[in-house]
């Protein structure tokens, strides 16, 4: 049975220093909530908390409602995969898998290897904890390593035993710190889907943290970002890449990194509404994604479009996608536009000069505090689904 997780104001301090503050989130039965943020932010903090191996300073844990604050870790029915498997390497995978349905079902003595199977009674239970480790060895594909060691496996293999070995508990919360960080860049990938799949057939709680956003982005039904150790703000992946409420949301979500140039600095661009002008009075910071810029080698149409003659000053291919790295000649600010290799192969860019084109309605702002701040009264784009190229 899947189960809430409420963080209510979690504080940890370790002497002066503050990891976490009121850090508040509410998971709900069944999610995948991933907590993304930079290194040190406090992301296996607040796992490690949830798990109960380690105390917080103050605030509560609840799953389904009730505080689990006072029990320990492993009456917490929570299960936790960390980023180095934590395997035992002296035991087999099958006997790495059994570890928590033996420690649960068999009593002390019965555990021993020798002793255990003399006594009476067990033999049972036995042949059910081994049935149960090759359901769950199938479950994850690792039916035929059963009587390898941990060192006799590759990375990825022994991610899916830390993942067996948490799925046969049976938990009603599964917590997963930087489980795919060891893997290379395309098990990653594999694993990834693998992950999500497991998600959605055990239909459990995953509560996952990462530092990487692509992770974050395409495995989860929502995603906390955290800095500074506080969440500041949880949003289903879309919500946050279209509606990031803080600028260091807006500049850590997205690849490359979002645009963001001073207010005064737009205001000085080519074209633009009266509207926006009005809006550009205030200090702000203006923010926008490198797809929403439009590329042309002819000089401005009128429309309320905003225009910008650039200088390329680099381009990367990404295979499907360009992008390209302008400096704005009138200004010199620096803006990375991104568009599909196709229309950029039709751009004609003599002496490398072209004109840069952003819809008001793009453009997300900021205030001097990384609050977002509302741009009413700017027209919806008209134009979108239209070729990135004029
Ligand atoms: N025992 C400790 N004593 C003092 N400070 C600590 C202790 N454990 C962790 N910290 C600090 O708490 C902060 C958060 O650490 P945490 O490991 O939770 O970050 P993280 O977001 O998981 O980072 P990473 O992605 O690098 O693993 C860090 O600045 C770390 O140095």
Redesign the pocket.
Known sequence: MSAGVELDRIEKT?GA?T?LRAATLDVKPGEFMTLV?P????????LRIIAGLLPQTSGEVHIDGASIDHLPPRERDIAMVFQSYALYPHMSVAENVATPLKVRRLSRMARLPALGRLLPGQARTRREITDEVRRVADLVEIGPLLERKPAALSGGQRQRVALARAIIRDPRVFLMD?PLSNLDARLRVTMRAEITALHRRLGATFIY?T?DQTEAMTMSSRVAV?MDGTIIQCSTPQGLYEAPEDLRVARFIGSPEINVVASDTVAGWEGGNTRLGQLLQRPLHIAFRPEAVRLSAESAAQTDMLHLSCHIERTERLGHDVLLFLRVLADGAGVTARIPAADFARLDAPGGVLTASLHPADLLAFGPDGKRVALPGLAAATNRGLSHVG
């Open positions: 370790y220093t990891t943020g290194s040190g932010c406090g992301k296996s903090t607040l930087e943290v530092h955290m």
